[in-house]
């Protein structure tokens, strides 16, 4: 059929169009092929022939029951009826672009007489021959258009199929046009219908397995070579998927096709590779093509793999065993989504979110740290991205972490970067993503990444604070843990610990530092002294380092503490039981308080420390407020709450903002609550004398500090 003496054409999409612009778009799209072919004389002829072609649209388009404008009805026969009537079209002048059409109809019948739908379609019958060569029409993905849409086509080409030398050549998948015929046509099965139709069918064998999955990697590999993905794709992990799940959607080469059309737009629309894992970006683009109700109701289901609470979840679920619950949030999504491969989006989803993810990583904590690394789906701080193709906004790129990363040599850059980040809010996200790469730290860095953090401890601890289970101050002390943990002994650790110490202008987080270092050798004295280690081996620092490590944060507290700016720490209480506990038996720290309860200012500042959490509306918060009561017996480490109540008393009476003056007032109630406690039981609260001059030689805040089994503020 197709040969030099030939004209091909493609015409375009046909998709979404209704029943009479079909028919001229089809036409015309034809006519408009045809009237580009061709030279000379064979090029006039085309011209003819294409408006010929488009003519015939036009006609077709007018075809059907119309009401005019002026509201009688102009009922067309096809095909051999007249189009329209003169009056008809006057009235049709005011109809739009269907009006403009039937009004250059009747002008060309007024020219030539009477036309006919029979007349134009003899005429181009005759523009046909005289081309002297075949018109093939090629249309593809013919199986992609609606069941009502393909009913109209093969409707057209079988009233125009009488054509001399124009060939329709029609691509699809013969099952999906026999089951959209057999809907559609009133009588008989689309299958009947269809080989009425079709004159010469060619069916394409099956293509053997083998060469489609080669197919299918060759394309694949072209697009990660392409793309700069190669090293990040993980080959094991895809085969895995193809085997139990991915490989059974790919039928065909036009699967195939059809998938990596669409597949290199998401992977076109990330900036950097780092923002995602290609595997999960692809078996996520595979639902999204076959299984597309899984793919928008999983889009909706991040609570079911993912908890919002993460520390909370890891709290409650501590005893559990989540497989079941995992499974059942699978096969949930499987059954709202109505899986036509139910075990395929099994298995899939179990890769994409394993059980460390559903668990949040609590039995196996480095896997889930994996998932983050890796940008993988399964982590919820880069769900959301795999959906709206890109970092959302309020998310951290990947590309910033990994620049944290190479900035660990740098504690200036270090610095900067995480102040850009907490620029957004985004400073202890970022600290807790950077937590995942701790295998890559280098024990060259410890001093670097201690003495950064230190610096802009105070700042930004303030601004995040901390909870039981995580915090700013707690992912700072891990990051610098996990550096301190590769040196070789405990005087090395004590060695960068103390450089740092005395570098930093930083007060609280050398100071929370070193509780943990005292926890630390606590849990030696306990667990591995008895069998034998060293404190040098375990890189456990002695009591004595701990003593020097305190006397420096004594030494912060005390020029904080004369230069103001103590009063206004976000963690004055915290501190506050460090320099007593550290400075004994100095009463430094109870002077200090009792010079802040001698003023307005201070003693206001004293009150929200201690009481402020009972005026929380966060419900968080108001947990740790009643799991960690202690009523005013904190106070009275310091001082008598007797020479509290009317300093309290005196300050209520000023000119208070609405949050002091309840501050004042629930001062008043735990007080009266102490007193009955004291009543009630006497040796509880002991009163404290007042303090005594401060000592030149005070004592040794080693055993306190390493040795002190109680679970401060500080610790949790």
Not at 219 to 225: H, I, P, T, Y
Request: hydrophobic share 40%.
């Amino acid at each position: 059929l197709i040969h030099d003496q030939t004209f091909t054409g493609y015409p375009d999409s046909l998709m979404g169009c209704t029943q009479n612009p079909l028919a001229q778009v089809f036409f015309n799209e034809i006519g408009k092929q045809i009237a580009h072919q061709g030279t000379g004389r064979d090029k006039k002829r085309a011209e003819e022939c294409g408006r010929r072609m488009q003519k015939l649209g036009k006609y077709l388009n007018l075809t059907g029951a119309f009401m005019t404008p002026l509201g009688y009805a102009a009922n067309v026969a096809f095909p051999f009826a007249s189009i329209v009537t003169d009056a008809a079209a006057k009235a049709l002048e005011k109809s739009g672009e269907l009006a403009k059409q039937a009004a250059e109809v009747v002008q060309e019948q007024k020219g030539r007489g009477d036309t006919t739908l029979l007349a134009v379609k003899s005429e181009l019958k005759k523009a046909l021959t005289a081309l002297e060569r075949n018109v093939v029409v090629l249309l593809d993905d013919v199986d992609r258009l609606a069941a009502d849409e393909i009913k109209l086509l093969f409707q057209l080409i079988k009233a125009n199929s009488d054509f001399p030398n124009l060939i329709f050549f029609l691509f699809f998948q013969r099952d999906v046009i026999e089951r959209a015929l057999g809907r559609t046509i009133r009588t008989g099965a689309g299958k009947d219908y269809l080989e009425k139709i079709v004159q010469v069918p060619l069916s394409l064998p099956h293509i053997q397995r083998p060469l489609l999955e080669g197919f299918m990697e060759s394309k694949l590999r072209e697009l990660l070579s392409r793309r700069g993905l190669e090293k990040s794709f993980d080959w094991p992990r895809f085969e895995e998927l193809w085997r139990k799940g991915l490989g059974g959607y790919f039928q065909n080469v036009r699967d195939v096709v059809r998938f990596f059309g669409t597949f290199e737009f998401q992977v076109a629309a990330f900036s950097d590779p780092a923002e995602f894992d290609p595997v999960d970006l692809l078996a996520l683009e595979v639902l999204r093509v076959f299984e597309g109700g899984v793919h928008e109701t999983l889009a909706k289901s991040r609570h079911l793999l993912t908890p919002d609470d993460l520390a909370q979840f890891q709290h409650d679920i501590q005893n559990l065993d989540v497989t079941e619950p995992w499974k059942k949030s699978i096969k949930q999504i499987a059954d709202t989504g109505k899986a036509t491969r139910p075990e395929a989006v099994d298995a899939v989803l179990k890769s994409l979110f394993p059980i460390e993810s559903f668990a949040l990583g609590l039995r196996t904590p480095e896997k889930l740290g994996r998932l983050q690394k890796q940008a993988r789906v399964g982590h919820p701080a880069f769900f959301g991205r795999y959906f709206h193709l890109c970092v959302p906004q309020g998310d951290i790129p990947q590309t910033e972490i990994l620049k944290l990363l190479s900035a660990t040599a740098n504690p200036v850059e270090f610095k900067r970067l995480l102040l850009e980040c907490d620029k957004q809010h985004l400073a202890l996200e970022a600290l807790t993503r950077f937590s995942a790469y701790t295998d890559r730290f280098e024990v060259s860095n410890a001093g670097h990444i201690s003495a950064a953090l230190f610096d802009e401890g105070d700042k930004l601890v303030g601004r995040y604070g901390d909870s039981l289970w995580e915090g700013f101050s707690a992912t700072a002390c891990y990051l610098i843990e996990a550096h301190l943990e590769k040196l070789s002994s405990g005087s090395a650790r004590f060695a960068v610990l103390k450089s740092a110490f005395e570098r930093t202008p930083g007060i609280y987080l050398p100071a929370y530092l070193l509780r943990r270092e005292g926890s630390r050798a606590n849990e030696y004295v306990k667990k591995d002294q008895p069998r034998g280690f060293s404190r040098e081996e375990m890189g456990v620092l002695e009591n004595a380092q701990l003593d020097e490590l305190a006397r420096i944060c004594i030494q912060h507290f005390e020029q904080a503490a004369e230069s103001g700016s103590l009063q206004s720490h976000a963690k004055l209480q915290d501190i506050l039981v460090w320099w007593l506990q550290w400075s004994k038996p100095s009463d430094a720290g109870k002077v200090y308080f009792r010079k802040l309860v001698a003023t307005d200012a201070g003693l206001l500042v004293l009150l929200e420390q201690y009481l402020g959490g009972k005026l929380s509306e966060d419900e968080h918060q108001k947990f740790i407020d009643r799991a960690f009561d202690r009523g005013l017996i904190d106070f009275e480490e310091f001082m008598s709450v007797e020479e509290v109540k009317p300093r309290v008393e005196e300050v209520s009476k000023g000119n208070l903002s609405e949050r002091h003056r309840k501050l004042c007032s629930v001062f008043m109630d735990v007080y009266a609550q102490h007193m009955r406690n004291r009543a009630a039981f006497p040796a509880a609260t002991p009163i404290q004398p007042d303090p005594a001059p401060e000592s030149d030689n005070p004592k040794s805040p080693a055993e306190g500090t390493a040795n002190d089994d109680d679970d401060g503020p500080g610790e949790s």
